[in-house]
């Protein structure tokens, strides 16, 4: 049997006809290609506005942007996340700070998140990032209130979960990142994700002046609006009215997004089967924790289990060619975060839950037998080391 990676990309004919009709078109970028993804994507979400970007961190970094960040700016976040999602506020000069996670969920835990900013004097804090880790969908309303009690904005990082949803307390049912409470939400497109462009992100929101600001951001800070221009001198004029970066889709990396869109829902569905599955073989084994069970809205971009020798598990399934992985190591224990902060951080849920964590392999793909072989391998293994 090959070897099987925990996550892996599925491109198929369509995909490749989608990318070649593209390369042999007029545009390889700043084409069409992407303002139909952008409105394609927004409509699968339910949104109002998208603006693809060249990767999640991208869509991250203008996100901080168009929220005001700067060096007077205290934001929350989760330790558990790709460093990425507390990157993007030191890029805009602000401070990260940390709260632990909820142990069942392994989302960031809202009571300990209200307890940091009562800890500070009114409006100390500007904002937080919350995570849909793995692609469990968080409770965006309750958050939104916390965030409205304490006059604090909201990015929602929904990069593990397009296709996720929650339900409110009407019993409306939310997409993830449709933006119906968080201020601004990021996707990221990376080749293991639900829909891949080989590197690619999404941002979506629901406010008019915070979309034109991210266009603009997006392509260097330049505008050819003409209602927008300072002076105007012909067709070709151009204003750079604020520094901002490079960082467009491709009009091929667009077709493929579009491709993969189509099927997502299929892709989604395989991904709910493959962990029912594991959740059935694994739920009345006392030594594993399922990382969520079968969750209502979960998208499943990862499946994890915590087990107590995990590292010895984890080397163990490597020799038998299945290369699981660890999400993540707690943010604030990276020597650049820890150079920030004047005493060394611990948080007790984030710690316990990076000790025993194993991502398991979970993509649309995934044969039976595959999945059949990585059960039967951790069963075996608890077995004899008991």
């Known amino acids: 049997m090959k070897p099987i990676p925990y996550g892996k990309h599925f491109i198929t004919e369509e995909d490749i006809t989608a990318v070649t009709e593209t390369l042999l078109s007029n545009n390889l970028t700043q084409g069409p290609k992407v303002l139909e993804f952008e409105t394609a994507f927004a409509e699968y979400i339910d949104c109002k506005y998208a603006v693809a970007v060249s990767s999640g961190t991208a869509a991250l970094h203008l ?30 000069g602000g401070n990260v700070w940390f709260a632990d996670i909820d142990r069942d969920t392994l989302l960031m835990d809202i009571n300990k998140v209200e307890v940091l900013i009562r800890s500070k004097p009114k409006g100390f804090f500007s904002g937080l990032v919350a995570v849909d880790f793995a692609g469990y969908p968080h409770d965006m309303e309750v958050f939104k209130k916390l965030a409205d009690d304490y006059g604090l904005w909201i990015i929602e990082d929904a990069c593990h979960a397009p296709g996720g949803f929650f339900v409110d307390s009407k019993r409306k049912v939310h997409n ?5 409470f968080a201020d601004i939400a990021v996707f990221s497109f990376h080749p293991v994700k639900h829909i891949a462009c080989g590197e690619g992100g999404m941002i979506t929101c629901n406010n008019e002046a915070m979309y034109q600001r991210i266009l603009r951001l997006r392509s260097h800070g330049i505008t050819k609006d003409q209602t927008l221009l300072n002076e105007n001198h012909g067709e070709w ?34 991904r709910r089967e493959i962990a029912g599955k594991y959740f059935r073989a694994f739920k009345d084994i006392k030594e594993i924790i399922s ?21 010895e598990l984890y080397e163990y399934l490597r020799q038998k060619g299945i290369i699981c992985q660890i999400h993540y190591i707690p943010v604030y224990r990276q020597p650049y975060y820890q150079s920030l902060c004047d005493k060394v951080l611990y948080m007790e849920a984030a710690e316990n839950y990076y000790q025993h964590c194993l991502s398991l392999p979970i993509f649309p793909t995934l044969a039976e037998d595959e999945q059949e072989f990585v059960i039967a391998s951790i069963l075996i293994f608890l077995e004899t080391n008991r």
């Open 63 to 92: 996100a901080a942007m168009a929220l005001g960040i700067n060096g007077q700016s205290n934001v929350i976040t989760t330790p558990i996340t790709f460093s990425a999602t507390a990157n993007c506020i030191r890029y805009c």
């Open 237 to 270: 004029y151009y204003e750079m009215q604020e520094l901002g970066y490079n960082y467009r889709l491709t009009d091929f990396q667009a077709a493929l997004g579009i491709s993969q869109l189509r099927r997502a829902d299929g892709g989604l569905r395989r």
């Open 176 to 180: 993830c990142g449709d933006s119906s």
């Open 291 to 311: 990382q969520s069970g079968i969750v209502e809205g979960h998208a499943y971009h990862l499946y994890i289990i915590q087990v107590e020798r995990r590292k």
